[in-house]
């Protein structure tokens, strides 16, 4: 990259101007510390000299020359004399890291991830002032940002679905996610069971029998399809007074089997894709 005199010049001029740096040149015969920082002029720019001090106040006091002297406590680094001395502006692309968001999948399978929103890194233009002795870079200082391209953030669905699983009975092999603990009772269509107003239908019209089981639809949605142990393969299509939260009451043509049933204890599976 070709940079200007004047732009070199003008550098150097923001970078004293700024408290980057400042220079003190002197002869190479050597001298004490200054007591007062002399001004280093434009014209002097970019040439090789005879530089004895530099003063940074990022770095401290620079010494080049023979004579050994310097402020106590500060960093002491030596340059050959006659070296160049300038500052220059330079640009730089810098490439910015894109932030991932992850959210939560109900619909997959937990362990299984997707990345919807594609991420892209973002572009930023910086333009600093850099000072150099000789080939040795000695302060960088910025001067100038400017957004060239914003980051896109990338959004990954995780799933926390169970994984589906194989329940395999003498009537069939089902499919399931979810399986609990609920106590079971019975009942048959009859007025013995339902009431005067009993019609043989069901809340939701379904006709009342084996395969039909009554739920609290808070904990398992009407027409959900399930296999209980000890029953069998059913559709949750009823409701009942008495069955409230982990209850159901499973459906029989007679009287005598739901007694034969009776209250007990059995495991309920949600079943995807049941299989008769």
């Known amino acids: 990259m070709h940079i200007s ?29 200054p007591s007062e920082k002399p001004t280093l002029l434009a014209t002097d720019l970019g040439v090789s ?25 500060f960093t002491i680094k030596r340059y050959h004399e006659g070296a160049a001395l300038r500052a220059d502006f330079m640009t730089y692309n810098v490439k910015t890291n894109y932030t991932v968001k992850k959210v939560a999948d109900y619909t997959m399978e937990k362990g ?7 991420g892209r890194r973002g572009l930023i233009t910086k ?44 009537s069939g092999t089902y499919y399931y996610r979810k399986s609990f603990i609920v106590t079971a009772t019975a009942y048959e269509p009859s007025e013995v069971s339902c009431g ?10 379904l006709k009342a029998g084996p395969g039909i089981i009554a739920v609290d639809p808070r904990v398992i949605p009407m027409r959900t399809k399930v296999y209980v142990e000890g029953y069998g393969y059913a559709i949750a299509g009823d409701v009942g007074s008495a069955i409230k939260g ?16 009776g209250r007990r204890r059995v495991r309920i599976y949600i079943l995807e894709n049941p299989k008769q």
């Open 196 to 205: 005067k107003y009993a019609d043989g239908f069901t809340a939701i019209g």
């Open 112 to 118: 299984k991830s997707k990345v919807v929103v594609a």
């Open 246 to 261: 982990n209850r159901i009451d499973v459906c029989f043509n007679t009287v005598r089997e739901a007694l034969n049933f």
């Open 49 to 73: 000299m005879d530089v004895e001090w530099l003063y940074s106040n990022r770095m401290g006091y620079l010494y080049t020359g023979s004579t050994g002297k310097y402020m106590p406590g």
């Open 5 to 33: 005199r004047a732009n070199r010049t003008f550098a150097v001029m923001l970078a004293m101007t700024l408290g980057i740096v400042s220079f003190v040149v002197m002869g190479s015969g050597g001298a004490d510390y």
């Open 127 to 170: 333009t600093v002032v850099e000072t150099r002795i000789g080939t040795k870079l000695v302060s960088q200082y910025k001067v100038a940002e400017r957004v060239i391209r914003e980051p896109i953030t990338e959004v990954v669905h995780y799933g926390t679905l169970p994984p589906l699983k194989k329940l395999v009975t003498k």
